[in-house]
Each structure stands twice: as C-alpha cells, then as structure tokens.
C-alpha cells in the first residue's frame, strides 16, 4: 500500500484498515482496477501550500491525519500526482513547490512594481526611498508564498492528488479502496511531479508510481524531477544577489565617506566588503551545487543497477509486523510483483520468477524513462529556471532607487545641458551590467558546479574544489 508514501510514523493512523479483512484479501489485479468516481478526489494546489507546508510534515499527533474533506472535491482528472517519499524533509518538498509553482509570478511581480515605483520617483509623483526597495523584496516573498492563493482567487484552480489529502481517512474500506487504486489516480493524471532526492528511487512504491504512470500514459516527458535540494540554493543564490546590490546601493548612494572613489581606502573598504560577501555565501552555495549534480548524475547509473529485490518498501523493512499496532502486514512486494506479471503478459507470480520480473520491470523502464532521466539529470539546464528567477527576485527590487536616481540624472543632463564631473550615464550603464550578469552568474555556478561534480567524492578534495570555484567566478566577475 502507500506506507511508503503516508510515512512509517503514521502508518497507525492513516493505513488503520490495512491489517483488516479487506486488505488482506487484496489481489495484485486489484491494483489496476478503476475507482468509483467518488473515489476520485482531488485537491488545489494551494490546498497542499496552506499553513506553510505542514500538509508534507510527519507528525504522531492523534489530529494529524484527521480527514479533512473541505479541503478536496470530487474531480474527473488531475492536472498534477504528487509523488515523493516520506522520509525527505518536509519543508525541502514545502519550499521547492514554492518555488516550482511561485518563482516566475514573484520575478514579474517584483519588476513590475520596482519599475513602476522608479518611474514615479524619476516623475517625482513619489518621493524616493529606500522603502521602495525593500516593499519590492516583501512583496516578492509575499508572491512566492502565497501566489497560488491569490490565483485560486479567480476560480483557476488546478486540481492535484496528494495522498493525505485526497485519501478518506474515516472510512478503512474507502481508505484501503484508494491506496490500492494507484493506478487510477496515475491514469487520470496530465502531469507526474516527482519531489526527488537520493533517496527516491529506492524505495519500491515511489518506482512503482513511476512505472505505472509510463505503463499507462507512455509519455516520459510528462514526468517533471524537481530536486528538493533546490530550495535551499535557491535561497542562497536570491541572498547572494540582494547584498551584492545591496552593496552596490549603498557605495554609489549612502558611502562616500566609506567608498571614496577617489581615495586608495575606500577601494580598499569596498573590495573587503566584496571579498567578504564572496567567501562568506559562495562556500554554501557551491557545495549545494556539486552535492546535488553529483547525486543528479549518478542517478542513471543507479537505475541501471537497480534491483527490484532490494528496493525497500515499509511492510519487508519492518518484517510485516505494523511497528505501532503490532498486527501482521500483507507484504505489498508480492501484490507489486503480481502487477508486473500482468504487465509480462504471465498470469500468475511463481516463487523462482523474481529474475523474471526483474526483466520485465527494467525492460520497461528502459524503454521509457532511460532516455528522459539522462537528459534531465545529466544537464543542469533544468535548473536554470528556477535559479533565475531567484537571482532576478534579488536584483529587481533594486531598479526602483536605479531607475529614479540615474533616470533622472539623464534627463536633466540630456534636457537641461548641465555638465557633470562623472559621465552621467555611467551608473545607469553599470544596472543594465548586473542585469545581463544575473543570467551569467547563475550559468556560471552550473558550469562550475558541472566540472566539480566528477571530482565531488574525491577525498580531500571538497575544501580545494569550492575554494577554486569561488576564486574562478570571483576573477570572471571582475
């Protein structure tokens, strides 16, 4: 059943019935049967966001799993399956939703406004200040949380299945009907998201998830990765960004008298606070990097070598006995290995045919995901996106104090003749600099991290690696 996927600290609570009568009595063609249509129920996708995340935690509390219908309704498809394991840290898969679903409308968002308040200040409708910026910074995180709301707003809503949410928790037959209905869920499902880390494809039900929505759908392309590990440089490429601008506001602005231009000390002054900067937020986010490309690209080798027989699955960890009830568990590896046979075309599962599945199972992941998962995981293209989006999030709320301040240095220098010491178009040439370093920088760090990566497991080598990392893109930014 999804013990895998409803966590083993739970399972007391949301699987209740799976010791029952009828789950016991359960075949591995059950798995493949169509669900009543009040069985299928589906949530929005702000709906699996509320609170934070705290849908995705684990928790022993007596509530925890209480069923919630108001929180989904009766649908005819999904938009989205949801599939992860339950032993990845919950506020990894909360934050890379966030970001995966949020991240372009809190960028547009965050320019829109930072330009409009630098137009405004550049016609003097409104003063200007600093305040402008950091409204555009709240507003972004604003956005990046809470936009899926604020869409929902407006009756666009789309529906996904999440196993806690969707899954009747109060009834143990409707419970026990859905967990083995899998498949159905699958088939009505336009896109499989898969919340990956290391961890994902050893366990037997998140392969199975995999494999059936291929078996059904046959479209490997409609699988999306999204590495949980994500959300964490993403926060550390959004910070890295806002206090370089932060630096620059502030030294052409607010620091004469610490960055004199002029004077070797404030030079000096400047390039510390830089080269503080840079070896104070470089070090984490290069080492996220190479340990996430380095786990992305031994993922096609470890599904070349996966082997049905060791992938773990909660009834064989805990040697079929429920670890909080004590009852006896129906091993879900057999129903699996059932499933598999009916895909082989055999009718039934013999004792000595475990090599037989195996074929059969990687034959068809073969076939269907090899290619997909190479060309994903063996290329951080993938994670350009995102990543811009973090870097665009941190300089944008910038151009409002940029667009006022030189803006109307232009205007008066071009219009009223006035003669300045410095090039007056000077600054203005150095934001539309950062603005085309920002999707330079982000490659950058991919690139790096692509040609660290080989050397990543290397002993001694973790400290030399990220040390020429950050001395490389440091002389490259100069």
């Known amino acids: ?28 063609e059950d798995l493949l049967v169509d669900l009543a249509p ?32 108001q929180l989904s309704k009766e649908i005819q498809r999904y938009t989205y399956f ?37 137009i405004l200040g550049l016609l003097e409708i409104v003063p200007l200040t600093i305040w402008w910026t950091i409204l555009g910074h709240v507003l972004g995180l604003l956005v990046l949380f809470f936009w899926q709301h604020v869409r929902e ?7 996904c299945f999440m196993d806690r949410l ?31 880390s290391p961890s994902y494809f050893s366990r037997l039900w998140c392969m199975y998830e995999v494999a059936c929505f291929l078996m059904r759908r046959k479209e490997a392309h409609r699988i999306k990765f999204l590495p949980v590990q994500i959300s964490i440089l993403w926060f550390l490429i959004y910070f890295a960004v806002a206090t370089t601008w932060l630096t620059v506001l502030i030294a052409q602005r607010y620091g004469s008298a610490i960055f004199t231009w002029n004077e070797i000390t404030g030079k000096v002054n400047l390039a510390f606070v830089m080269a503080l900067q840079v070896f104070i937020l470089y070090p984490p986010i290069f080492y996220l990097t190479n340990e996430m490309l380095h786990d992305m690209a031994q993922l096609p080798r470890e599904l070349q070598q996966f082997d049905i027989e060791t992938a773990k699955c909660f009834c064989c960890s805990n040697g079929h006995v429920h670890p909080a009830t004590g009852e006896h568990i129906e091993c879900d590896r057999k ?12 009718s039934g599962v013999e004792e000595d045919g475990v090599e037989q599945i195996q074929r059969v199972f990687k034959s068809h992941m073969d076939r269907h995901l090899m290619h997909s998962v190479e060309r994903t995981f063996t290329h951080s293209g993938f994670l350009l996106r995102p990543l811009m989006f973090a870097a665009a999030m941190g300089s944008f709320p910038f151009m409002a104090d ?45 690139l790096l991290g692509n040609m660290g990566q080989r050397y990543w497991q290397s002993s001694g080598c973790k400290c030399a690696l990220i040390l020429i990392q950050i001395l490389s893109l440091f002389v490259i930014s100069l």
Not at 2 to 25: F, H, N
Not at 432 to 444: A, G, K, M, N, Q
């Open 1 to 28: 059943m999804l013990r895998d996927r409803l966590g083993s600290d739970e399972s007391a609570a949301s699987i209740g019935g799976s010791s029952s009568s009828a789950a016991r009595s359960r075949r591995s």
């Open 38 to 69: 009040e069985l299928v129920r589906g949530v929005p996708v702000g709906n699996i966001m509320r609170r934070f995340g705290t849908e995705w935690r684990q928790s022993t509390a007596p509530d925890a799993l209480r069923w919630r219908p």
């Open 82 to 118: 949801f599939s992860h394991d339950w032993q990845t840290s919950w506020w990894m898969k909360y934050l890379s939703l966030v970001i995966y679903f949020n991240g372009r409308a809190a960028a547009i968002a965050t320019f829109l406004f930072s330009v409009f308040f630098g």
């Open 153 to 159: 707003l407006g009756c666009n809503a789309r529906f």
């Open 166 to 196: 969707c899954i009747p928790q109060d009834d143990p037959e409707k419970k026990s009907q859905c967990i083995y209905g899998l498949a159905s869920f699958l088939n009505k499902s336009d896109y499989l998201v898969v919340l990956w």
């Open 335 to 346: 129903l699996i290995y059932g499933v598999l046979h009916w895909w082989s075309g055999s």
């Open 402 to 446: 940029f667009i006022g301040k030189e803006g109307g240095r232009l205007v008066t220098t071009w219009f009223i003749k006035m003669k300045f010491k410095m090039p007056p178009f000077r600054n203005a040439v150095f934001v539309i600099y950062i603005l085309f370093w920002i999707p330079l920088f982000v490659r950058l760090i991919l």
